[in-house]
């Protein structure tokens, strides 16, 4: 059984930070790419930012210079740090991870519960 949970989600005011934590636990044999995605209230889910194995990253447009995505694969943890939030930064974020478990006979996606994020004076 393998499972994602985030954590550093809350209410921030315009301009703040905040730090995105996903840690998957369980029976793993390795992980690819580590992705945060976020969904805002009626819309569809859009990916923030991906980081490979081997720690090539990839940003949305919108959070470029503003958000950076790391690993620790040790911990089998991927992280978001925030900066120069906006209001528009406001939604559910979730953690994502494609990962081959141990005994498995191929590649799996599993996602986070999703932690919110709100941005608001």
């Known amino acids: 059984q393998v499972q994602l949970v985030e954590s550093g989600g809350g209410l921030v005011q315009p301009g703040g930070s905040l730090r995105l934590s996903c840690a998957a636990s369980?029976?793993?044999?390795?992980?690819?790419?580590m992705d945060w995605y976020r969904q805002a209230p009626g819309k569809q889910r859009e990916s923030v930012a991906t980081?490979?194995?081997?720690?090539?990253?990839n940003y949305a447009d919108s959070v470029k210079g503003r958000f950076t995505i790391s690993r620790d694969n040790l911990k089998n943890t991927v992280y978001l740090q925030m900066n120069s939030l906006k209001p528009e930064d406001t939604a559910v974020y979730y953690c994502?991870?494609?990962?081959?478990?141990?005994?498995?006979?191929?590649?799996?996606?599993?996602w986070g519960q999703g932690t919110q994020v709100t941005v608001s004076s």
């Open positions: 980081i490979t194995s081997v720690g090539m990253t």
């Open positions: 369980g029976s793993i044999f390795s992980i690819d790419a």
């Open positions: 994502y991870a494609r990962l081959w478990e141990k005994g498995g006979s191929n590649w799996t996606n599993y």
